[in-house]
T-cell receptor
Framework: NAGVMQNPRHLVRRRGQEARLRCSPMKGHSHVYWYRQLPEEGLKFMVYLQKENIIDESGMPKERFSAEFPKEGPSILRIQQVVRGDSAAYFC??????????????FGPGTRLTVT | GENVEQHPSTLSVQEGDSAVIKCTYSDSASNYFPWYKQELGKRPQLIIDIRSNVGEKKDQRIAVTLNKTAKHFSLHITETQPEDSAVYFCAASSGYSTLTFGKGTMLLVSP
């Protein structure tokens, strides 16, 4: 059973460009979470999605950031008009339907975004 | 919202010693408390978790304790080994799946 997959692993963007980060949850998992980790800091919750639904986006900046988890395909975190402050590691986690309320989440390897 | 404080930020021990990392949380509705280990450049990995209906859980050299009255929980690692060196994160959730993480503890185990 493959784990949570994320791509790309490293992404370099110039200021003003768009960044698209992809996350494929573990097989059978229908809940996806995105976190941002700044250097030497903890993980900050951004958004929680189920298939075709955003459940909680309280941690996501109101502007430039969006997320989706379509019926088919991976979840995508999109950052428009990136700025240097967006440079961070972005982690995706997933959990199966039956465990959504217990909190168990399994993390992907992360995408390290560098904005130049 | 939930706020999780974690101490210490760094911890150095000699191989074979015990290590203890402590966390406090603010939301009394929180009922799930996982601990993650993150090696440099790697993903966070769940190493142990505890739910609010138990006070202690043990898995080989790792144990976690929970005091709901005081709203704090701790990770205990016994007989530490160099491969235990990593950053450890505590987290808390109130059951609708949003985890709030502490800022992490960098554990260094010297041979």
């Amino acid at each position: 059973n493959a784990g949570v997959m994320q791509n790309p692993r490293h992404l370099v963007r110039r200021r003003g460009q768009e960044a698209r980060l992809r996350c494929s949850p573990m097989k059978g998992h229908s809940h996806v979470y995105w976190y941002r980790q700044l250097p030497e800091e903890g993980l900050k919750f951004m958004v929680y999605l189920q298939k075709e639904n955003i459940i909680d986006e309280s941690g996501m900046p109101k502007e430039r950031f969006s997320a989706e988890f379509p019926k088919e395909g991976p979840s995508i975190l999109r950052i428009q008009q990136v700025v240097r402050g967006d440079s961070a590691a972005y982690f995706c986690a997933s959990s199966p339907p039956g465990l959504a309320l217990t909190g168990e989440q399994y993390f992907g390897p992360g995408t390290r975004l560098t904005v130049t | 919202g939930e706020n999780v404080e974690q101490h210490p930020s760094t911890l150095s021990v000699q191989e074979g010693d015990s290590a203890v990392i402590k966390c406090t949380y603010s939301d009394s509705a929180s009922n799930y408390f996982p601990w993650y280990k993150q090696e440099l450049g790697k993903r966070p990995q769940l190493i142990i978790d505890i739910r609010s209906n138990v006070g202690e859980k043990k898995d080989q050299r790792i144990a976690v304790t929970l005091n709901k009255t005081a709203k704090h929980f701790s990770l205990h690692i016994t007989e530490t080994q160099p491969e235990d060196s990593a950053v450890y994160f505590c987290a808390a959730s109130s059951g609708y799946s949003t985890l709030t993480f502490g800022k992490g503890t960098m554990l260094l185990v010297s041979p």
